[in-house]
């Protein structure tokens, strides 16, 4: 089974400056896909990231880039330039290539402050 | 193009009604999923359908069932509400089960 772990329950960062938030997960399967997805106080789930395994190179999205280190199994998101709408819950998720479901960490909790 | 849509927004039970939360995508997506959201905790998978006409159990699917009513639709269904199932249920859908999940706004559902 897998297992996603976020250890950082909760982070602050203020608006302009760069925050990162870790993930790492445990698998066997050597095919997969990670995600990052945002949810804001709307709890509205929208996607951030997505990164494919087989792809060496990290996965970027405008202010929002990964770091995925395969063999460490970590899949960190970087935020440049917070901004005071990044405010929200931030939640990893892996899903391995043959399944169905996402399983997700428990969520890192990022305030942007003035 | 509203994406994923589902109703209620939010929902207060009595233990041992029942209700159907309802779930709708536009995006001509193959699969669709049921997850529930509780405290400290990610979403969980109750139920999913990769396909129109198929549907299959999750990691949380009892006090649950599904329906895939079409391919647009995607239905679950609590019998017999217990306050365990207090919970957040998010929709989702995707082109196939490999492929990105988008998600709907959410169900609230308070069983008292």
């Known amino acids: 089974a897998q297992t996603v772990t976020q250890s950082q329950p909760e982070m602050s960062v203020q608006e302009a400056e760069t925050v990162t938030l870790s993930c790492t997960y445990d698998t066997s399967e050597n095919n997969y896909y990670l995600f990052w997805y945002k949810q804001p106080p709307s709890r509205q789930m929208i996607l951030v990231i997505r990164?494919?395994?087989?792809?060496?190179q990290n996965a970027t999205e405008n202010r929002f880039s990964v770091n995925f280190q395969k063999a460490a199994k970590s899949f960190s998101l970087k935020i440049s330039d917070s901004q005071l709408g990044d405010t929200a819950m931030y939640f990893c998720?892996?899903?391995?290539?043959?399944?169905?479901?996402?399983?997700f960490g428990t969520g890192t909790r990022l305030q942007v402050t003035l | 193009n509203a994406g994923v849509t589902q109703t209620p927004k939010f929902q207060v039970l009595k233990t041992g009604q029942s209700m159907t939360l309802q779930c709708a995508q536009d995006m001509n997506h193959n699969s669709m999923y049921w997850y529930r959201q509780d405290p400290g905790m990610g979403l969980r998978l109750i139920y999913y359908?990769?396909?129109?006409?198929?549907?299959d159990k999750g990691e949380v699917p009892n006090g649950y069932n599904v329906s895939r009513l079409n391919k647009r639709e995607f239905s679950l269904r609590l019998e017999s509400a217990a306050p365990s199932q207090t919970s957040v249920y998010f929709c989702?859908?995707?082109?196939?089960?490999?492929?990105?999940?988008?998600f709907g706004p959410g169900t609230r559902l308070l069983v008292l």
């Open positions: 998720a892996f899903q391995a290539g043959t399944a169905s479901k996402l399983t």
């Open positions: 359908s990769a396909s129109e006409g198929t549907t």
């Open positions: 989702a859908s995707s082109v196939s089960v490999r492929e990105t999940q988008y």
């Open positions: 990164q494919e395994a087989y792809k060496q």
